[in-house]
Nanobody
Framework: QVQLVESGGGLVQAGGSLRLSCTAS????????MGWFRQAPGAEREFVAG????????LYADSVKGRFTISRDNAKSTVYLQMNTLEPEDTAVYYC????????????????WGQGTQVTVSS
């Protein structure tokens, strides 16, 4: 059974930084692409970033490009989201997800999801 556990969320002032982590278990982590999504109150879940199974390919939403960095450590079965220059508009619950594929996608076509971690950016 695949489990994804996020951590690292919290309250930060605008312009600050946070690093989210997501540790996976249940199958061979390095075989699958990973993604980060977020959902603000009253909004649909949206793609933030994705990384291929071996880390060679990354995708970003236009709204976070240049500010956020996705990375993974396959030895630790963990994917990270480094978030810099945070804005109040980044406030949301952040979810990590795992695909049944090597490559990431901007769609919600991910097989497994974590429970989410709250990120709140104050102005």
């Amino acid at each position: 059974q695949v489990q994804l556990v996020e951590s690292g969320g919290g309250l930060v002032q605008a312009g600050g930084s946070l690093r989210l982590s997501c540790t996976a278990s249940g199958r061979t982590f390095s075989d699958y692409a990973m993604g980060w999504f977020r959902q603000a109150p009253g909004a649909e879940r949206e793609f933030v970033a994705g990384v291929s199974s071996r880390g060679g390919v990354t995708l970003y939403a236009d709204s976070v490009k240049g500010r956020f960095t996705i990375s993974r450590d396959n030895a630790k079965s963990t994917v990270y989201l480094q978030m810099n220059t945070l804005e109040p508009e980044d406030t949301a619950v952040y979810y990590c997800a795992q695909r049944n594929a090597f490559a990431p996608t901007r769609s919600t076509d991910y097989a497994y999801w974590g429970q989410g971690t709250q990120v709140t950016v104050s102005s």
